[in-house]
């Protein structure tokens, strides 16, 4: 949101200011945060990680990585990957995985059951959805400055589920592709009221010139 300029950045540091007020005022979940720490030495496989819940997210996620890297060009098939992570987990942290596991990280999963091919196609959408909704806000922003609210709240919406699917694998899949396809629908929107935008002033314009 500073990066889009929707809020200033002495806002931001309220905001951090306030994030570590609520630290010191709960902290137990500063020590929930600081368990993350243990990740190191859980990949480095130094001692064992105390945290079973992050021990086994993260052997979740690497057994998705080293599935991939054995299924480069397809992966494994559409939701195959939770067939496979007992037999991964297993290489890397015995007896934690039991039973079919999903990756719990969206681009690892992807990348897992559907390969580059479809790890290529799946970033494409949001690439593309993302590019369209940012150069039109650019484009209306003077000509139709109620509509750049509206691509503002697609753009980070979209950016938001990105950032929350890396501890989480595709979940509520059709409100993702609902609230893409109302991303694509506002960007054309978007470009249909600049473009009449444009032919009006080139009308006056003409006009004027006559």
Same mark, same amino acid.
């Given at each position: 949101?500073?990066?889009?300029?929707?809020?200033?950045?002495?806002?931001?540091?309220?905001?951090?200011?306030?994030?570590?007020?609520?630290?010191?005022?709960?902290?137990?979940?500063?020590?929930? =945060?600081?368990?993350?720490?243990?990740?190191?030495?859980? =990949?480095?496989?130094?001692?064992? *990680?105390?945290?079973?819940?992050?021990?086994?997210?993260?052997?979740?996620?690497?057994?998705?990585?080293?599935?991939?890297?054995?299924?480069? *060009?397809?992966?494994?098939?559409?939701?195959?990957?939770?067939?496979?992570?007992?037999?991964?987990?297993?290489?890397?942290?015995?007896?934690?995985?039991?039973?079919?596991?999903?990756?719990?990280?969206?681009?690892?999963?992807?990348?897992?059951?559907?390969?580059?091919?479809?790890?290529?196609?799946?970033?494409?959408?949001?690439?593309?959805?993302?590019?369209?909704?940012?150069?039109?806000?650019?484009?209306?922003?003077?000509?139709?400055?109620?509509?750049?609210?509206?691509?503002?709240?697609?753009?980070?919406?979209?950016?938001?589920?990105?950032?929350?699917?890396?501890?989480?694998?595709?979940?509520?899949?059709?409100? =993702?592709?609902?609230?893409?396809?109302?991303?694509?629908?506002?960007?054309?929107?978007?470009?249909?009221?600049?473009?009449?935008?444009?032919?009006?002033?080139?009308?006056?314009?003409?006009?004027?010139?006559?």
């Amino acid at each position: 949101m500073t990066f889009m300029r929707i809020i200033k950045p002495y806002q931001l540091l309220a905001i951090l200011l306030g994030a570590a007020l609520l630290l010191a005022l709960l902290p137990q979940y500063g020590t929930r =945060l600081a368990s993350l720490q243990s990740l190191s030495s859980f =990949l480095s496989q130094e001692e064992n *990680v105390d945290d079973g819940i992050l021990e086994s997210r993260s052997t979740e996620m690497l057994a998705a990585l080293m599935v991939f890297a054995d299924h480069p *060009v397809i992966g494994v098939g559409p939701g195959m990957f939770k067939f496979y992570s007992e037999e991964y987990g297993n290489r890397i942290n015995p007896g934690v995985l039991e039973g079919t596991r999903e990756a719990h990280s969206l681009f690892p999963d992807v990348a897992a059951n559907h390969g580059i091919l479809g790890l290529v196609a799946f970033t494409g959408i949001f690439a593309a959805t993302l590019f369209e909704l940012l150069r039109m806000r650019q484009r209306v922003a003077h000509s139709k400055p109620e509509m750049v609210s509206m691509l503002n709240g697609f753009a980070l919406a979209i950016v938001t589920y990105l950032a929350t699917g890396l501890f989480l694998h595709l979940s509520y899949a059709r409100f =993702l592709w609902l609230m893409l396809a109302l991303a694509g629908a506002a960007g054309m929107i978007a470009r249909n009221v600049e473009e009449k935008h444009s032919d009006v002033i080139a009308i006056q314009s003409e006009g004027g010139a006559q």
